[in-house]
């Protein structure tokens, strides 16, 4: 049986929210060889705030693709750097040096474009100066339920982002306390975070403490991992701004205490028998937070099905049980039901919340789900064998933590339109791919439209009816400054008028864009509805799409309709809200 950090490393690897000389120091090739050449490449880095040499910082070139081969370089007393030897062909090149906001040649920001660097034989290409900014600072001090210090705590900066339309938050920088408590989060790029900490041990399980007089691991206490300003639920972190190259400081917090639970029970099959070599989690119940900010809680059940969850923090889960064959052939080809039948893997998925107190004797019964049979109807087009089975069906959940798309359950269309999806359970939302050109415009089940609200599954769902066009909505558009200048690289922000659709896991209806260099952007299968149109400077994460930031983007936004199949091209003027 796996150790709990192996079983944990095995969901992990599916889950899944980065000396100098008196000239530039020679570049070194890594793996795989790279044939050498006679072209070069060469530039210097340059502080962007005060025009200052950045030495030190590591230059890394790869060729297009990768594959060719990569070079390494740092940037000598000038901020100098020089790739000389190189074969003819297209490269990318990033400097990062800590401290810094990590730049790629032809970038401004980070959201900004790559440039790629083509050479020809025997070229010297100057690349323009990058000029790297300095990057945000967070600052701030961990105590503990009495207000001491707490040394050697894990402290993670979290942006917000949008995954299938739904919420997440992903660890982009990290930082650990000194003696005193003290923390530092430098190199951030501006904008919004949070911040998190975790007191883990040297065994790399939560910090734990029993209460006097006792030596059971019963109703253990810990500090739980905690959220500024001190708060277990990601929903409840408050947001903190960062500027580049200014420090925030003050972001202090005390980690909570609480009892730490241990869940302990049997899977059993559909059958009745016990099931061995299944993988159980915990998942957080909404969709729309953190993973586990003390990292995946996962076991392994023995042969016989027993399985033990320790360390739990108090909260609202869902316990997910899968085969452990299930997650190495998702970690072998990059999905699930690849290469085995839908209904080859029994689970289950268990609500629980936990308060504190251990639970016991949990028996979990284990399901080979529910079947979605339907039938794909293509408007606009007559009906064409090869066309149908090009498509594909996936009905996802809206899984807090894991991929949706990655574990969903799929179904190839049949040559006469028909699918058939098995292994279903709970909410589910139906899609479909290799659409092309087409888009999806409806999804019908029990004649009630679920495309957006999804089918709850409890028993076989038959006639479900997928409606795909083959006219879906255009929008293009044009965004300018106030001197009616073209404006490359802005962010075009479109949401629907209806406070009710911008919300929920696989949204169709919030999308964004990004202008070219010609000032121009475009979206395609919007479903038809009023919406507003907003041009901002780039975003940097998923903040914009939170429903309080839509709010206040309205009195900046120009409405719109769409109605089904039409083209609408607007003019954008770029604000800064």
Do not use: C
């Amino acid at each position: 049986m796996r150790t709990p950090v192996a079983t944990a490393a095995l969901v992990l690897a599916i889950v899944a929210h980065a000396a100098a000389g008196q000239g530039p120091s020679q570049a070194r090739p890594q793996t795989p060889e790279p044939r050498p050449g006679t072209s070069r490449i060469r530039g210097t880095v340059v502080d962007a705030s005060t025009g200052t040499p950045v030495r030190r910082a590591a230059i890394r070139l790869r060729a297009m693709p990768a594959s060719l081969g990569a070079w390494t370089a740092t940037t000598d007393g000038s901020g100098a750097f020089d790739f000389p030897a190189l074969p003819a062909g297209r490269f990318s090149l990033t400097a990062t040096k800590g401290g810094y906001i990590t730049l790629s040649a032809g970038q401004r920001l980070p959201t900004d474009p790559a440039r790629a660097i083509q050479v020809a034989d025997g070229q010297t290409v100057d690349l323009p100066p990058i000029y790297l900014p300095r990057g945000g600072v967070i600052t701030g001090r961990i105590g503990d339920e009495y207000g001491d210090a707490v040394p050697e705590v894990a402290v993670q900066a979290f942006r917000a982002e949008y995954m299938q339309g739904m919420r997440r938050l992903a660890s982009v920088r990290s930082s650990i306390t000194n003696d005193i408590g003290q923390y530092r989060i430098y190199g951030l790029q501006p904008g919004t975070y949070y911040v998190a900490a975790t007191a883990r041990g040297a065994d790399g399980r939560p910090i734990q403490f029993m209460e006097p007089g006792t030596q059971a691991v019963r109703g253990s206490g810990g500090l739980a991992p905690t959220f500024f300003p001190g708060t277990v639920a990601a929903g409840d972190a408050q947001r903190i701004e960062v500027a580049a190259g200014a420090e925030t400081a003050g972001v202090d917090f005390s980690l909570l205490a609480v009892r730490l639970a241990r869940i302990s029970g049997t899977i059993v099959d559909s059958r009745g028998r016990p099931a061995g070599a299944h993988v159980v989690t915990l998942n957080p119940a909404r969709s729309d937070g953190a993973l586990l900010l003390g990292g995946v809680i996962a076991a392994e059940s023995d042969g016989s099905g027993r399985f033990t969850l320790a360390n739990v923090p108090p909260g609202d889960y869902r316990l997910d049980v899968r085969s452990t064959r299930y997650f190495e052939a998702i970690a072998e080809s990059g999905g699930a039901g690849q290469r085995q039948r839908q209904d080859a893997w029994e689970f289950a998925s268990v609500p629980i919340t936990i308060a504190g107190e251990d639970i016991a004797g949990l028996s979990v019964t284990l399901t080979s789900g529910h079947r979605m049979t339907g039938r794909v109807v293509i408007t606009g087009a007559d009906p064409d064998p090869r066309v149908f089975g090009a498509l594909r069906i996936s009905v996802l959940e809206a899984t807090a933590g894991i991929s949706a798309t990655m574990l969903a359950a799929s179904a190839p269309v049949a040559e006469d339109g028909t699918f058939e999806v098995r292994g279903l359970m709970g909410r589910r939302y139906v899609r479909v791919s290799r659409l092309n050109r087409w888009a999806l415009e409806s999804v019908r089940a029990r004649g009630i439209d679920v495309t957006d609200e999804g089918i709850e599954i409890r028993d076989g769902v038959e006639g479900v009816e997928v409606i795909v066009t083959t006219q879906p909505t255009q929008l293009s558009g044009v965004v300018t400054d106030a001197s009616g200048k073209l404006v490359p690289d802005a962010a075009v922000i479109i949401f629907p008028e209806d406070r009710d659709r911008r919300r929920g896991p696989f949204n169709r209806f919030v999308t964004s864009a990004r202008t070219g260099t010609d000032g121009t952007f475009s979206v395609r299968a919007l479903p038809p509805a009023t919406y507003f149109a907003v041009a901002v400077p780039m975003q940097s994460d998923g903040e914009w799409a939170e429903t309080d930031q839509l709010e206040r983007l309205v009195p900046h936004a120009i409405r719109f309709t769409l109605a089904a199949g039409e083209s609408k091209t607007l003019g954008l003027r770029l604000e800064r809200p």
